[in-house]
């Protein structure tokens, strides 16, 4: 999820209110700057009141995952579901670890590298090290879906390995 702070910005101004005006009794001052000026997401319920007060919706200023690499991401997804691996990877191989900003992104990174090399490139070495760094870099929880994606390829290129134990 991203914020569109120069949207607030301009509602605010529309509105001809101050920052001051638009945080009273919802947040502080500082937080409507960082918000205009960085983008920052505060809570969901700060956000709610201030759309309220501006009289516009949540969706105007705020874009769910509509980045590239998210499209990536998912276009990725839809040709390994479809078994179109060869064009998955041709896909994948176009995105730059630059371009990743969040945990969230290294996971998909790191898993898709890892699913990648196992069941097109028969690579099980490289698919256990990818799953690995994923597993043991970006994950904070075992209830994360990529932990539990990442813990059966790993389990997957072992048994390709014929190395149990």
Not at 34 to 52: G, Y
Not at 54 to 72: A, C, K, M, P
Not at 122 to 149: T, W
Request: positive net charge; contains cysteine; proline residues 1%.
């Amino acid at each position: 999820m991203r914020i569109l702070g120069e949207k607030v910005r301009q509602f605010r101004k529309r509105k001809g209110m101050s920052q001051k005006e638009l945080a009273e009794g919802i947040c502080t001052q500082a937080t409507i700057s960082l918000i205009e000026k960085k983008s920052k997401i505060p809570s969901m319920k700060i956000m709610m009141k201030i759309c309220n007060r501006l009289g516009i919706r949540l969706s105007e200023v705020i874009i769910e995952n509509d980045d590239q690499l998210y499209r990536t991401f998912k276009k990725i997804d839809s040709l390994i579901r479809h078994t179109q691996l060869q064009e998955a990877q041709d896909v994948f191989q176009r995105i730059r670890p630059k371009q990743l900003r969040s945990n969230n992104d290294k996971k998909q990174y790191y898993y898709y590298e890892g699913y990648l090399q196992l069941v097109l490139n028969d690579n099980a070495d490289e698919a256990i090290f990818n799953f690995g760094l994923l597993l043991n870099q970006f994950v904070k929880s075992s209830h994360d879906m990529y932990a539990i994606l990442a813990t059966l390829g790993t389990g997957l290129a072992y048994e390709r390995k014929q190395a149990y134990g």
